[in-house]
């Protein structure tokens, strides 16, 4: 279990540091490359080093550290620790809603409120399911826990579906309760129904298109949720927290045993690439552990000593909660 629970957070510290360099890249320009999940690039966006992650790592190990502190989940605690690391300049390039959210926290707006309203939708939001999923042993809970880390920057229903969906999907292959596309997707789908049943529809359905061609697989999922005029003209992955996850998920259960080819075939998309590579380097480090993750990957991912220790006091809390289970 130690093993997953690193391996989840280091696979997507990885997904996410491979796809920085490409964020927003129109994916005509990515597809002619054929290393694309080789190697990190040298000094991706000119300042940061090799190895850098995003906001989706950042806000990963702030959820999961805000989580092993409290011993449950706590939008205050979270908020609190969001605030702080905003401030410290911590958190690499953070979507608009996170840094609105984390100004108005500094200013004593409580956590419940600080978030931007309906209409807001990013991806962001994706990455703090990961303490979310494998904290909570009990599916039931996952929808609130969910709720509660993601309202502190965003209050649209549609972020929590997704944050809920994807913390289903790590628990469920952390535990080994994934015994096929279709029960993941199932479980899935009945955590993102808690605040939208639209996004439970699509994930049920997302099992069939894993028998279609790649190309026409993704090129469908980067639209789902998305109205024709936010579509990017460039064709890249919107921002969009739907096709984010749903591609991300996809790429996991299409090549569960190929980080390298699941990681590329979400890179090639750009966009918002790095968020969904990163909800795919955790699904596959979760059900299968560090050995999944190419070790050149795993040992130059910057900040690998903060993950492994987010993954170790996470999974202290849960043991601790699970021994007494009254007290959480």
Do not use: N
Request: with cysteine; hydrophobic share 50%.
């Amino acid at each position: 279990m130690q093993d997953r629970f690193r391996a989840a957070f280091l696979g997507l510290a990885v997904g996410d540091a491979l796809g920085f360099p490409v964020r927003g890249v129109p994916p005509a320009g990515l597809r002619r490359l054929p290393d694309l999940a080789d190697a990190f690039a040298p000094r991706p966006r000119g300042r940061f080093p090799q190895g850098q992650g995003s906001d989706e790592t950042a806000l990963a190990v702030l959820a999961a550290e805000s989580v092993a502190e409290a011993g449950g989940v706590d939008g205050r605690r979270f908020a609190a620790r969001l605030a702080a690391a905003m401030e410290d300049g911590q958190v690499v390039q953070p979507a608009r809603a996170v840094a609105a959210a984390a100004e108005r926290l500094s200013r004593g707006v409580p956590w419940m409120s600080a978030g931007e309203g309906f209409g807001a939708r990013d991806a962001s939001v994706l990455s703090r399911g990961l303490a979310v999923g494998l904290y909570e042993a009990d599916g039931r809970r996952v929808a609130r826990s969910a709720g509660v880390l993601t309202v502190v920057t965003h209050k649209d229903p549609t972020c929590a579906a997704a944050c809920a969906a994807f913390a289903r999907a790590v628990g469920a292959v952390v535990s080994g309760e994934a015994a096929s596309p279709e029960l993941l997707c199932g479980k899935m789908a009945a955590s993102a129904a808690e605040h939208d049943p639209a996004l439970g529809e699509e994930l049920r359905h997302l099992p069939r298109l894993l028998s279609w061609e790649v190309e026409r697989a993704t090129e469908l999922i980067r639209r789902v949720g998305v109205s024709a005029a936010a579509l990017e003209e460039d064709g890249g992955l919107p921002e969009h927290p739907w096709p984010v996850l749903l591609l991300g998920t996809y790429a996991a259960l299409r090549l569960p045993h190929d980080f390298r080819e699941a990681m590329a075939t979400v890179l090639r998309w750009g966009g918002e690439a790095d968020a969904a590579a990163a909800v795919a380097g955790a699904l596959l480090g979760a059900a299968q552990g560090e050995a999944c993750l190419p070790p050149r990957l795993r040992r130059h991912v910057l900040g690998a000593d903060r993950l492994i220790a987010a993954a170790d006091a996470l999974l202290e809390a849960r043991l601790a909660r699970e021994a007494h289970p009254a007290a959480g």
